[in-house]
């Protein structure tokens, strides 16, 4: 679902911004990239980590079907910005949106701009 929507916004847009540290790097969702597989993940959490009776969903709509890896926005479509921070402060995503608005590209300089976290 995310992977087809990823592409529609980027055919759709004419700047993409990768908002937050989980769309820049993978950050905190991608650390369940070295358990390997989407089916091994799914094992992990719902069977193994189960208190009793550890079963998979199969209804549809309650687990999203999962890539065998998370990916940072990047690595899926083309980004024109990047806007680090969990979650960007409001200092950064104004100046971001202010300079979209007039049409400039948006300077990312200073710490505030190209910290993570």
Do not use: M, W
Request: hydrophobic fraction near 35%; charge should be neutral; glycine fraction near 8%.
């Amino acid at each position: 679902d995310h992977l087809q929507t990823i592409q529609t916004v980027r055919e759709r847009s004419r700047q993409l911004v990768s908002f937050g540290d989980c769309a820049v790097t993978g950050n905190v969702t991608a650390l369940r990239n070295p358990l390997g597989s989407a089916e091994a993940v799914l094992q992990r959490c719902y069977i193994e980590a189960a208190d009793i009776h550890g079963t998979i969903p199969q209804e549809p709509g309650i687990v999203p079907p999962l890539l065998d890896r998370v990916q940072p926005v990047h690595t899926v479509v083309p980004v024109d910005i990047y806007l680090p921070g969990c979650p960007p402060s409001a200092t950064q995503i104004k100046a971001v949106l202010k300079s979209l608005l007039r049409g400039e590209t948006p300077q990312l300089e200073g710490r505030e701009f190209i910290k993570f976290g």
